[in-house]
């Protein structure tokens, strides 16, 4: 190219490119001018593009130039090439760095969107002026800082500035600092949210409505919350020291560390709601320090296996209190020996959630080696069935008895069962007996005298007029706790149900309600949707008077209103809780003092409401001035 | 008999007391037992209740703790009270044994 200046006009053969181009009409003095400014920034560039000084082009004539351009194009297109990789390496260490930044953002959970778009945009705005960037310069070499512009070594750590060159150490950490307090004000703006649900959710396991904590309540919470930093419980007395497990269990921190603070000799009862996490040396060594145990309380105890039982038989002699739910790896031989050998003093028996292991003559053994049974809970043990019913009615003691059997149980057993132990029974819970029939309200009214509590739920085949016949001149003294939850009919074509409603309905309910009404303490008529309204202001009217009721549970009960809602407050003047979900008709309501409302669904409002310091009557009169 | 005065005094197991005001010491049924002008122990007539079981730093907690909980009697959404760490477990046995 170097030959051509000077004015030279010997023209050799151009080339096809250059005939194109002039066909095509496009100025070479354009082309001019765009190789000067290319080849200015090549200069500019790590010296490699040394096509000679741009003065010449300006001097030649215009076919000269026509020439030089295209030459100058075809360099230029090989400086473009290398401009081009060397951007595409820009971009992708661009690219990179913006989804590292990205993700690691993402990873906070929080108001990233804003965020990660102003990135992204940041990203596209920067490809197109990519090119128009400086290029990173190697670790080892020197650059000059973005911000404060002095000179530095660049290092693989050096951070990149705002305008994508790189910074100085010192005003890249300033930088990073930036950068982490924003993540910590976005995250901070999260949490805040959070901080208002765990508020409510710690109210609703206390049940502290309104006003502070109890000191109780604040030091257990403190425990749980250093659980790790705890070396001894010291003498702690045992309420306080079975409260405090509770916490740990459902905090999911009862381990193999954490158990040994609940495990003392002179402690007679252990109690673990969540073993989850215990394994075999874990239950040994409960065993081993307190042998003395009478009440034995495991839940979730998944890894129970039989060498603890074993151990346990071994060592403890004085078992009269057995709960273990979800024991699914103690093999059918160990429960066999297990009644065999500590049944005799076993006066509570409480198990949940077991399976193959565990079968209708299990429940054989078990009535034959522990006469002295007062308590007996089965639920969810998948193998137990009509045998096992016929089995538990030869329990001599049997006081409290709670059935959830998923197999199908005759309805004669279970009126068997009933006049065989009914005399004795002071509680009785049958959960989930589908297809039990009137007979079986029959035979608890004819024989059931000393039953304080009362459950018969889920259940679609029990009328109406079987409950009325039940509650009406029974013998036996005023309910404590009676649940009937979900017994109605269950027919999508026919939601209102038959005309003979089946399950607790209207007149079902007020019969409860006059038999039962001066003792009972909690009361869950849950999904017993064939109530009808009249039946509710017949009873909770505040004229009739329920001084002991505590709990209350009508959701789903979708006749109920508010006027209802405010006779039950007038009714019930010991009311702690009034659970009332799905049921629409209940809107502005004020609650008194000391009780929550759980459930009535507004929008705006909390899902628990509680009472805000004011009486019952005001309540009441503000909510009349509401509906008026 | 002295009558009721405004102010009770609460005694620790090593000699520090606190004078508090009635209504807040009555939070705690044992202390409001003792205090009982009805009842026929010593504490109602002196006005004075000696806790032989809460050391001084802790029975100044339970102190503070009863102002905070009168104070708060009908808010909601209370922020908790903050205490050190380290009382933690005597604090629990003094609000077990006062229950309150």
Same mark, same amino acid.
């Given at each position: 190219?170097?030959?051509?200046?000077?004015?030279?006009?010997?023209?050799?053969?151009?080339?096809?490119?250059?005939?194109?181009?002039?066909? $095509?009409?496009?100025?070479?003095?354009?082309?001019?001018?765009?190789?000067?400014?290319?080849?200015?920034?090549?200069?500019?560039?790590?010296?490699?593009?040394?096509?000679?000084?741009?003065?010449?082009?300006?001097?030649?004539?215009?076919?000269?130039?026509?020439?030089?351009?295209?030459?100058?194009?075809?360099?230029?297109?090989?400086?473009?090439?290398?401009?081009?990789?060397?951007?595409?390496?820009?971009?992708?260490?661009?690219?990179?760095?913006?989804?590292?930044?990205?993700?690691?953002?993402?990873?906070?959970?929080?108001?990233?969107?804003?965020?990660?778009?102003?990135?992204?945009?940041?990203?596209?705005?920067?490809?197109?002026?990519?090119?128009?960037?400086?290029?990173?310069?190697?670790?080892?070499?020197?650059?000059?800082?973005?911000?404060?512009?002095?000179?530095?070594?660049?290092?693989?750590?050096?951070?990149?500035?705002?305008?994508?060159?790189?910074?100085?150490?010192? &005003?890249?950490?300033?930088?990073?600092?930036?950068?982490?307090?924003?993540?910590?004000?976005?995250?901070?703006?999260?949490?805040?949210?959070?901080?208002?649900?765990?508020?409510?959710?710690?109210?609703?396991?206390?049940?502290?409505?309104?006003?502070?904590?109890?000191?109780?309540?604040?030091?257990?919470?403190?425990?749980?919350?250093?659980?790790?930093?705890?070396?001894?419980?010291?003498? #702690?007395?045992?309420?306080?020291?079975?409260?405090?497990?509770?916490?740990?269990?459902?905090?999911?921190?009862?381990?193999?560390?954490?158990?040994?603070?609940?495990?003392?000799?002179?402690?007679?009862?252990?109690?673990? *709601?969540?073993?989850?996490?215990?394994?075999?040396?874990?239950?040994?060594?409960?065993?081993?320090?307190?042998?003395?145990?009478?009440?034995?309380?495991?839940?979730?105890?998944?890894?129970?296996?039989?060498?603890?039982?074993?151990?346990?038989?071994?060592?403890?002699?004085?078992?009269?209190?057995?709960?273990?739910?979800?024991?699914?790896?103690?093999?059918?031989?160990?429960?066999?020996?297990?009644?065999?050998?500590?049944?005799?003093?076993?006066?509570?028996?409480?198990?949940?959630?077991?399976?193959?292991?565990?079968?209708? #003559?299990?429940?054989?053994?078990?009535?034959?080696?522990?006469?002295?049974?007062?308590?007996?809970?089965?639920?969810?043990?998948?193998?137990?069935?009509?045998?096992?019913?016929?089995?538990?009615?030869?329990?001599?003691?049997?006081?409290?008895?709670?059935?959830?059997?998923?197999?199908?149980?005759?309805?004669?057993?279970?009126? $068997?069962?009933?006049?065989?132990?009914?005399?004795?029974?002071?509680?009785?819970?049958?959960?989930?007996?589908?297809?039990?029939?009137?007979?079986?309200?029959?035979?608890? *009214?004819?024989?059931?005298?000393?039953?304080?509590?009362?459950?018969?739920?889920?259940?679609?085949?029990?009328?109406?007029?079987?409950?009325?016949?039940?509650?009406?001149?029974?013998?036996?003294?005023? #309910?404590?706790?009676?649940?009937?939850?979900?017994?109605? !009919?269950?027919?999508?074509?026919?939601?209102?149900?038959?005309?003979?409603?089946?399950?607790?309905?209207?007149?079902?309910?007020?019969?409860?309600?006059?038999?039962?009404?001066?003792?009972?303490?909690?009361?869950?008529?849950?999904? &017993?949707? *064939?109530?009808?309204?009249?039946?509710?202001?017949?009873?909770?009217?505040?004229?009739?008077?329920?001084?002991?009721?505590?709990?209350?549970?009508?959701?789903?009960?979708?006749?109920?209103?508010?006027?209802?809602?405010?006779?039950?407050?007038?009714? &019930?003047?010991?009311?702690?809780?009034?659970?009332?979900? %799905?049921?629409?008709?209940?809107?502005?309501?004020?609650?008194?003092?000391?009780?929550?409302?759980?459930?009535?669904?507004?929008?705006?409002?909390?899902?628990?409401?509680?009472?805000? %310091?004011?009486?019952?009557?005001?309540?009441?009169?503000?909510?009349?001035?509401?509906?008026? | 008999?002295?009558?009721?005065?405004?102010?009770?005094?609460?005694?620790?197991?090593? %000699?520090?007391?606190?004078?508090?005001?009635?209504?807040?010491?009555?939070?705690?049924?044992?202390?409001?037992?003792?205090? !009982?002008?009805?009842?026929?122990?010593?504490?109602?007539?002196?006005?004075? &209740?000696?806790?032989?079981?809460? $050391?001084?730093?802790?029975?100044?907690?339970?102190?503070?703790?009863?102002?905070?909980?009168?104070?708060?009697?009908?808010?909601?959404?209370?922020?908790?009270?903050?205490?050190?760490?380290?009382?933690?477990?005597?604090?629990?046995?003094?609000? !077990?044994?006062?229950?309150?």
């Amino acid at each position: 190219m170097s030959g051509r200046r000077g004015g030279n006009r010997i023209r050799g053969p151009q080339s096809a490119l250059t005939d194109f181009l002039a066909a $095509n009409n496009i100025s070479a003095a354009q082309i001019r001018d765009d190789y000067e400014r290319r080849r200015r920034e090549a200069e500019q560039d790590a010296g490699n593009a040394g096509e000679g000084p741009s003065n010449a082009a300006t001097e030649q004539t215009e076919d000269e130039a026509l020439a030089v351009a295209a030459q100058a194009e075809e360099a230029e297109k090989k400086s473009k090439k290398r401009k081009r990789t060397e951007e595409e390496a820009i971009d992708k260490i661009k690219k990179a760095k913006a989804t590292k930044k990205g993700k690691g953002k993402g990873k906070k959970k929080g108001k990233k969107d804003d965020l990660d778009d102003d990135n992204d945009d940041d990203a596209d705005y920067d490809d197109d002026f990519g090119m128009y960037k400086k290029a990173k310069p190697v670790p080892g070499q020197l650059e000059h800082c973005d911000i404060c512009n002095k000179r530095f070594t660049v290092t693989p750590y050096s951070k990149e500035g705002p305008d994508g060159g790189l910074l100085c150490a010192p &005003c890249g950490k300033e930088l990073s600092k930036d950068l982490k307090k924003e993540q910590r004000a976005v995250t901070k703006a999260a949490s805040t949210g959070k901080k208002r649900r765990k508020v409510e959710s710690d109210r609703l396991d206390g049940i502290a409505v309104g006003g502070a904590k109890s000191l109780s309540q604040l030091c257990i919470q403190k425990v749980a919350q250093h659980h790790d930093d705890i070396e001894e419980l010291g003498d #702690l007395p045992q309420s306080v020291l079975e409260r405090l497990s509770e916490i740990f269990s459902k905090k999911r921190v009862m381990k193999s560390k954490t158990l040994p603070l609940f495990l003392r000799p002179d402690l007679d009862s252990v109690v673990v *709601h969540d073993a989850a996490y215990l394994e075999e040396e874990d239950y040994q060594q409960i065993f081993a320090i307190v042998p003395n145990v009478r009440k034995l309380v495991l839940s979730n105890t998944c890894q129970l296996k039989d060498g603890a039982i074993d151990y346990m038989l071994e060592r403890c002699h004085d078992l009269r209190h057995i709960q273990l739910y979800a024991a699914n790896l103690v093999q059918e031989g160990m429960w066999h020996r297990l009644f065999r050998e500590a049944g005799a003093k076993l006066e509570v028996l409480k198990l949940k959630w077991l399976d193959a292991a565990f079968e209708d #003559l299990v429940v054989r053994d078990m009535v034959k080696y522990c006469p002295n049974l007062e308590r007996l809970k089965l639920k969810l043990c998948r193998r137990l069935g009509e045998d096992a019913v016929v089995s538990i009615s030869d329990l001599p003691e049997l006081k409290h008895l709670s059935l959830q059997i998923s197999q199908d149980v005759s309805t004669p057993t279970l009126v $068997n069962l009933i006049e065989k132990r009914g005399s004795g029974l002071q509680t009785l819970s049958l959960e989930k007996f589908i297809d039990a029939d009137d007979s079986v309200l029959e035979a608890i *009214h004819e024989n059931c005298t000393q039953l304080s509590k009362l459950r018969l739920s889920e259940n679609d085949t029990v009328t109406d007029a079987g409950y009325t016949a039940l509650f009406t001149d029974w013998d036996n003294w005023p #309910l404590t706790f009676a649940d009937f939850n979900s017994t109605r !009919d269950i027919d999508n074509n026919n939601s209102e149900g038959p005309e003979d409603a089946i399950g607790l309905a209207s007149s079902g309910f007020r019969a409860l309600m006059e038999h039962s009404g001066a003792a009972l303490k909690h009361l869950n008529i849950a999904s &017993c949707r *064939h109530i009808e309204l009249s039946a509710f202001m017949d009873v909770f009217n505040g004229a009739q008077n329920y001084p002991l009721l505590e709990h209350i549970n009508l959701s789903f009960c979708n006749r109920a209103d508010t006027s209802v809602v405010a006779g039950i407050f007038k009714s &019930c003047p010991a009311l702690k809780q009034l659970v009332a979900f %799905g049921c629409f008709d209940v809107q502005d309501v004020v609650v008194p003092r000391n009780v929550a409302l759980i459930g009535v669904p507004r929008a705006q409002d909390a899902i628990e409401q509680f009472g805000i %310091g004011i009486g019952v009557d005001e309540a009441i009169s503000r909510m009349v001035e509401v509906a008026a | 008999m002295a009558s009721e005065t405004d102010y009770v005094t609460l005694i620790s197991n090593d %000699g520090f007391s606190f004078l508090v005001q009635r209504s807040s010491a009555r939070i705690s049924p044992v202390i409001k037992r003792m205090l !009982d002008p009805n009842g026929a122990f010593m504490e109602a007539k002196d006005n004075t &209740c000696t806790l032989q079981n809460i $050391n001084g730093i802790v029975l100044e907690k339970v102190c503070e703790y009863l102002y905070y909980n009168e104070k708060h009697k009908d808010a909601s959404d209370v922020p908790d009270m903050d205490f050190p760490t380290e009382l933690c477990l005597e604090l629990l046995m003094a609000s !077990d044994y006062l229950n309150i």
